[in-house]
């Protein structure tokens, strides 16, 4: 492989995982909020609050092409993994949250009514926290992305 290739590839690679985990990360919303709620409410959902949804899956989406692009660059898993993992989570948690209250409905014997009915009440707060999650996870993987570049165009 050419270092031309090479190049190339450290590029393109992290640039389609990025996109495909964004596209993941809806897909998933949408498939979990359509199993509990039905299609149209998904729907609705996603039209009142797609800024919400959208912002979340980018900055998933982000921090997966990033950290491609490191693992790539120093061939080895790190801490950051582990950080895409948690805030991946939260994203998709706080992405289904807006309509976790309707698995009341399906629900009420596992006993978990009160915890579905708080989750319903903080929606805003918890999408607000999926997103803090996916930008302290970008600022965290960035420093290392930086290094990173340095030391690989030493070489």
């Known amino acids: 492989m050419t270092q031309q290739q090479s190049e ?18 809806l897909a998933i919303n949408f498939a979990v909020v359509s199993l509990i709620s039905g299609v149209d409410f998904t729907l609705e959902q996603f039209t009142k609050f797609w800024y919400f949804f959208v912002s979340l899956a ?21 801490a950051s993994g582990k950080v895409v993992a948690v805030s991946g989570t939260t994203s998709t948690a706080a992405m289904v949250s807006c309509c976790a209250h309707y698995l009341v409905n399906i629900l009420p014997v596992l006993g978990v009514t009160g915890f579905l009915t708080i989750v319903a009440e903080y929606q ?10 996916n930008v302290a996870g970008i600022l965290y993987i960035v420093p290392k992305v930086i290094n990173a570049t340095r030391e690989h165009k030493k070489c």
């Open 8 to 25: 190339t590839a450290l590029s393109i690679r992290p640039i389609q995982f990025g996109a495909g985990a964004f596209v993941l990360l």
């Open 58 to 78: 980018l900055g998933f989406g982000i921090q997966v092409g990033l950290y491609t692009y490191l693992k790539q660059l120093v061939g080895q898993h790190g």
């Open 124 to 133: 805003i707060e918890l999408f607000w926290a999926g997103l803090a999650f």
